[in-house]
């Protein structure tokens, strides 16, 4: 299974976790997914002490390398039109989310998938977290009831952040990047019945990050009469013990199911609150190749996620326009 | 300092707290707040005792007894017309919330507390919380930035409800009554700098208790261009180690203070996790007492709690209509 690198700008870290995981893995190329990205201090960090060399241009790395995966992570404006030359390609692809940073782009990748016969993931990587798996099967088992009511929450450090993020149009903003996680775990754990999204962001107190939102919040109406938010913040203080606050909550007639603080916790009618056992698992790109190999089914299919990619741009048109904006009629 | 009590519906015991904190206190009757409501259990157990007469006809109580102050708690639909006749009288309030349960209601206890010369406070005994007191210090000392981004929850269990519950013309709906809580704070902790809400809510899985909402969320876009949400429900199962599960987080860009399990964690850039120190004072009906004697401030003003009331009809219209409600214009 050769796997070729384009772009470090995101969370391409994620496939060196499939290191001595999954047989006959080889790590073949890295280029920069385009002329405004440094790729070498990644590369020399992480992929030089294996031997992997770097390319000048992604395009003919692919040609010499013939991957069978592409690990596509660069500006986020560049990540539907990679892939799509992967796709093309006969590339399966390990995607950065939110895949798309415009509807148009969302559309034509879609469309070149559906097109193609490549596999594709996003990096949903918080969907191989144990609480966040554990939360979600307690949920599909019925545990807590119908979910009613869920509040997801993002927060993470400001810190540090190149020029990427303080324009728009290379970010694609703050629900899209951050949010689409939480929107992710909506999606997710409501089976996608997800009727409209009411959104606000706002740049304010950003850190002099130009254009990127500080923070936001969006409200869904579900199909089942229920209700979700999600609360999304770069507001987490530097003194702070993670990087990353997450959580979900989830409540239904005979529930409420929690993750925090890398716990799930369970309390029902009849049992207090217990905590969840976890899984480890190998890691989402690890699964992604035995779902590449074998077919083995992986935790995020390519038409939920393009779905999930959709409602992270509806929630941002919302926060833009300050109107609700329809999804799905379910 | 004589008192009487009008229903027994709410969360009259509050005025209980006061007894042996509040010198020359002097309770002097019960009466029902009207022929639906069966007072006699509560009298028993908690006046009886002390000797507190109870007596057929509110009215003619007021006009025997010439209270200083009334501790209003009828079914919640009588609460503003009561309230009102006790201004007309003279006498000062200590008011279950969320006063009224239709604008009109509310705006004649407005008008009619306007024109008197009467103390009023509701009880909005959560602001006496010690938790809930010292976060709000936090925030309004600037310890953690402007707040952009607050997440509320007010989780109850179902339990057992009398038939007031069951429609809506008595009980007002889920979020004027659970949710005003945390409407409150977060009014509160913004100044009530609130533009608009966007509200949803169902009576799904409410455990057949009629029209009452099992649960429901709000959105409220705030004046400094961040958003607040409220989650709201009665899924707080029966073997959940509290009655209650109240929460509020807000976030700036300096900090993030949080309450939960009634402690309240601040977090700053240069200060990890604290639990700030809690206060435990002497209850809203201590405090009201003091108020209405001596003219001292009270943590929340007359003025202050219509304009929450308002904003918890407001939030219920919106989830009634499916449309965002504009509420201040700053």
Redesign the interface.
């Known amino acids: 299974m050769k796997v070729a690198f384009i772009g470090a700008s995101g969370h391409q870290g994620l496939a060196l976790e499939a290191v001595g995981k999954v047989a006959e893995l080889e790590f073949r190329g890295m280029a920069a997914g385009g002329p405004e990205e440094d790729v070498t201090p990644w590369h020399a960090r992480s992929l030089a002490p294996l031997g992997v060399p770097l390319f000048d241009d992604w395009r003919d790395m692919l040609d010499r390398v013939k991957p069978d995966v592409a690990v596509v992570a660069p500006w986020f404006h560049r990540q539907a039109p990679v892939a799509i030359e992967c796709i093309r390609r006969g590339i399966h692809v390990f995607l950065e989310k939110p895949m798309a940073l415009v509807p148009e782009d969302l559309e034509a990748l879609r469309a070149a998938w559906r097109g193609g016969s490549v596999k594709l993931c996003p990096m949903f990587a918080l969907r191989w977290a144990p609480a966040f798996w554990a939360a979600y099967q307690a949920v599909r088992d019925g545990l807590?009831?119908?979910p009613?009511?869920l509040?997801a929450?993002k927060?993470y450090r400001?810190g540090d952040r190149s020029g990427l993020y303080a324009a728009r149009a290379t970010y694609g903003g703050t629900i899209p990047w951050v949010g689409i996680h939480g929107i992710d775990w909506i999606h997710w754990f409501t089976g996608g019945r997800i009727l409209d999204v009411?959104a606000?962001?706002?740049a304010?107190?950003n850190?002099g990050f130009g254009d990127m939102e500080?923070?936001?919040?969006c409200?869904f109406?579900l199909g089942?009469?229920?209700?979700?938010?999600l609360?999304?913040?770069y507001?987490?203080?530097?003194?702070?013990?993670t990087h990353g606050d997450d959580r979900i909550?989830a409540?239904?007639?005979?529930?409420?199911v929690e993750v925090m603080d890398g716990k799930a916790v369970l309390?029902?009618?009849?049992?207090?609150?217990r905590l969840l056992d976890l899984e480890a698992g190998d890691g989402i790109f690890a699964d992604f190749l035995r779902h590449v190999r074998g077919g083995a089914p992986l935790r995020v299919g390519a038409e939920e996620a393009f779905s999930v990619a959709e409602l992270a741009l509806k929630s941002r048109e919302s926060a833009d326009t300050g109107r609700?904006v329809p999804f799905r009629g379910r």
Chains 1, 2 share one sequence.
Not at 267 to 273: M, N
């Open positions: 807590i009831g119908e009613l009511v509040h929450q927060s400001m009411t606000r962001h706002t304010r107190d850190g500080s923070s936001g919040m409200l109406r089942n009469s229920g209700t979700a938010t609360s999304i913040d507001f987490r203080p530097a003194a702070a013990p909550r409540a239904g007639s005979r529930g409420v309390c029902t009618a009849s049992e207090p609150p609700t």
